[in-house]
């Protein structure tokens, strides 16, 4: 009889459970922000030394969270549709009159999935640290948290909130897990960052307090409001700020060669792969859509920055010793492509940006991923102490060598289409003269000319040429199943990508066609 009713009870419960999770009032978006961080919470939990079990957990609980975003969107979202989708709004602080706002478009739907996607790989690559496994791991869940919210926010102030909950674990794991000058770049990054922050609360607060007896955060709200011209022009500077130094732009990039150089490849996977692409979204999202006068005064002068920063990066790179520096100077220099698009104001710019963020999230989480595991076995950072890797590591050397080849956007691969959209972007603008449109083209195209260069030049010393290190104090195994997996996994997506760019493109492209017609082309 027991048997009997308890059989009746559990099947009740999965008839709730499978209503719940098949109706559109679910709170998505709100469960995948609070369930790394929560369960997360859990891990401290766990036995000391149970390293194996704190890294299946964090991983069964990235892969679950991924799995439930894919399914909330595959069902949920419609792609032709630019307005705010899966939208919650609940009263959260009654005294401050704060409100827990998330949704998701198409320009934030393609960064959720890049992080669920980077966010798992970078759990799964982390399995050789076993130094405070489960603070590292909590760590790890909890920027996973940060930058879910951050995207999904439609609140100025809960998007500043979720903008600082990332950065405290990243100092941390700067700090405790990385190189021998790991105090050094994690103190430099906090100060560039926090510094920053406090311009991205002077904006959030005039905005939210201008021409209005109640304060009010709501992005929607923010963008049907009308600002005086210079007034406008300070909001803007004080977010442009914010963002310049996250994404980087330079001359407020010094800080990411050091946090890149010195931390470990999984850190370095989410910093390539996601962090920076926060500062990118948030010009768009807050500068783009909330201020698009002075977006249109500031436009020609970041795209003279952009077009400068592909050129400076792309020298500097060619010229570091340090291997994961010179990956994280070409980071700075794709960037740049990502600055000339959003700054081009035109539909093929602004998805072409947007595709630049998804493509360069993949590849360049693939190559800091690679370089770690190099170092894994070899122990040395330094390119004019290696050489003759290919032989002992041929696996090795081909994933390298193809994500290599993406990054200095060879065709078939993500990076070319996305390079090229930008490059039509800013040809067929309407806003530039005809002159300034071919200077510009001229110093991209320098510019893509210079990443070969380095890149071509990056693997010639790795792998080619004589054993330059000591081998016997050398492990010269090639890689192993696990590392194998995660340079395939983020392959595919980069040729997927390559071969049908509409997969990528049909994410932002009512979104961005929305963007410009309100603010630009009315």
């Given amino acids: 009889m027991i048997k009997k009713i308890l059989a009746f009870w559990v099947r009740v419960f999965l008839v709730q459970v499978y209503l719940v999770f098949t109706t559109n009032s679910f ?5 995948f922000v609070v369930l790394p961080i929560s369960a997360g919470s859990l891990i401290f939990f766990f036995p000391h030394r149970g390293n194996k079990i704190i890294r299946w957990y964090t991983l069964c609980i990235c892969v679950l969270e991924l799995l439930l975003m894919t399914y909330a969107v595959s069902y949920y979202f419609q792609l032709d549709d630019p307005l705010i989708q899966l939208a919650e709004d609940y009263k959260w602080i009654n005294f401050f009159d704060f409100y827990w706002r998330l949704g998701i478009d198409g320009l934030s739907l393609g960064p959720i999935l890049l992080t669920g996607f980077i966010t798992t790989l970078a759990t799964l690559a982390a399995r050789p640290v076993t130094r405070d496994s489960r603070l590292f791991h909590f760590l ?35 700090s405790m897990w990385g190189g021998k000058k790991r105090l050094y770049s994690a103190t430099k990054f906090i100060l560039y960052t926090a510094g920053s922050s406090v311009f991205l609360l002077m904006g959030t607060l005039g905005i939210a307090l201008y021409g209005s007896n109640e304060p009010t955060f709501n992005f929607e709200t923010s963008a049907n409001q009308s600002y005086p011209v210079a007034l406008e022009i300070l909001f803007y500077i004080g977010f442009l700020i914010a963002f310049a130094v996250k994404s980087p732009i330079i001359p407020l990039h010094t800080w990411l060669p050091d946090t890149h150089g010195e931390a470990h490849y999984s850190t370095c996977m989410l910093l390539a792969g996601i962090l920076l692409k926060m500062g990118a979204y948030g010009l768009v999202r807050i500068n783009m859509e909330l201020l698009p006068r002075a977006h249109s005064l500031f436009s020609p002068w970041l795209i003279i920055v952009g077009a400068i920063q592909i050129i400076y990066a792309a020298s500097t790179s060619l010229g570091q010793r340090n291997l994961k520096k010179r990956i994280a100077y070409s980071s700075v220099s794709h960037m740049g492509f990502i600055i000339i698009g959003i700054y081009s104001i035109s539909d093929l710019g602004l998805n072409g940006a947007i595709v630049q963020i998804i493509s360069h999230g993949f590849i360049g989480a693939a190559l800091f991923f690679l370089a770690g595991t190099c170092y894994d076995r070899i122990r040395l950072v330094f390119l004019d102490e290696m050489g003759g890797m290919a032989t002992s590591m041929p696996k090795i050397f081909t994933m390298f060598s193809i994500l290599s080849l993406a990054s200095l956007a060879l065709p078939g691969m993500s990076g070319f289409f996305a390079e090229l959209v930008v490059f039509f972007g800013i040809i067929t603008g309407q806003k530039y003269l005809l002159m300034s449109k071919i200077l510009i083209t001229f110093v991209m195209a320098i510019g ?27 492990y010269l195994f090639d890689s192993g199943p696990r590392e194998l997996f995660v340079s395939i996994s983020i392959l595919l997506p980069v040729i997927g990508i390559g071969i049908y760019p509409d997969f990528v493109f049909s994410l932002s492209v009512d979104k961005v066609e929305a963007i410009l017609s309100n603010s630009f082309y009315r």
Avoid at 27 to 31: F, K, Q, V
Avoid at 141 to 146: D, F, H
């Fill in 140 to 174: 790890m869940l909890a920027m996973y948290s940060g930058q879910i919210g951050l995207f999904s926010s439609q609140d100025l102030l809960l998007f500043f909130i979720m903008w600082e909950l990332e950065l405290i674990p990243v100092y941390l794991l700067l």
């Fill in 448 to 474: 893509m000319i210079l990443t070969p260069i380095y890149l071509l030049s990056m693997l010639r010393q790795m792998f080619y040429g004589y054993k330059l290190f000591n081998a016997p104090n050398s």
């Fill in 27 to 31: 709170p998505w978006l709100t469960l």
